[in-house]
């Protein structure tokens, strides 16, 4: 089965822009959850997804956004861009969410954020 | 004070050293896990616990629930170990908390 996949793995803006970044979960899974992770703060979870509903938030502004397609892939997006959005994102999917308390995650790669 | 604490922050070790890192959190959990992050940024999800202990090869991963404490052990420690080593728990019960993550051990095994 291919692993978690996120694109781009690299990507650099300009402060004010704003960035779409896409996670395809492994097949069969549903539940899709994003983290940002910087020297500073370290891993960090921005939001969860499951069967296109958003589940869960973390603290982050609301120019951090997402969404989950029917076939479970999910992108992020973060408009108006800062310095201190630099970061690498990483999403994670799950097998299943809700039922059951416990889950295992496998993460993607991770796209590494540069705003300058 | 950080909701989940991981000690040491740096760790460095002789190859075939037995090595162990620490998890204490201050939260109810439902569930803790130990990931592993080599340079470049991918993480590998090594071990989820709720109770008691588990084994994967050279890793060791142990929970006392009680003591709201976790440990990673690595048994004959060799080089391509070297990685940061990040403890996380999902509070509460069902999947509605959020993993809220150490800031990580950064473990590097000299040959």
């Known amino acids: 089965k291919a692993g978690v996949t996120q694109t781009p793995r690299y990507l650099i803006k300009t402060r004010g822009q704003q960035v779409t970044l896409s996670c395809s979960p492994i097949s069969g899974h549903r539940s899709v959850s994003w983290y940002q992770q910087t020297p500073g703060q370290g891993l960090q979870f921005l939001f969860e997804?499951?069967?296109?509903?958003?589940?869960n938030k973390g603290n982050f502004p609301g120019r951090f956004s997402g969404r989950q397609f029917s076939n479970s892939r999910s992108e992020m997006n973060v408009s108006t861009l800062e310095l201190g959005d630099s970061a690498l994102y990483l999403c994670?999917?799950?097998?299943?969410?809700?039922?059951?308390?416990?889950?295992?995650?496998?993460f993607g790669p991770g796209t590494r954020l540069t705003v300058t | 004070k950080n909701e989940v604490e991981q000690s040491p922050q740096n760790l460095t070790a002789q190859e075939g050293e037995f090595i162990t890192i620490n998890c204490s959190y201050s939260?109810?959990?439902?569930?803790l896990h130990w990931l592993q992050q080599h340079p470049g940024g991918g993480i590998v999800s090594l071990f989820m616990?709720?109770?008691g202990k588990k084994k994967h090869g050279r890793l060791i991963a142990t929970i006392n629930i009680q003591e709201k404490h976790s440990s990673l052990h690595i048994t004959a420690s060799h080089p391509r170990d070297s990685a940061v080593y990040i403890c996380a728990v999902r509070p509460g019960w069902g999947s509605q908390g959020n993993l809220i993550f150490g800031k990580g051990t950064k473990l590097s095994v000299k040959p």
């Open positions: 616990l709720s109770s």
């Open positions: 994670a999917s799950s097998l299943v969410s809700g039922s059951r308390p416990n889950y295992e995650q496998y």
């Open positions: 997804y499951f069967s296109e509903t958003q589940r």
């Open positions: 939260v109810g959990i439902s569930a």
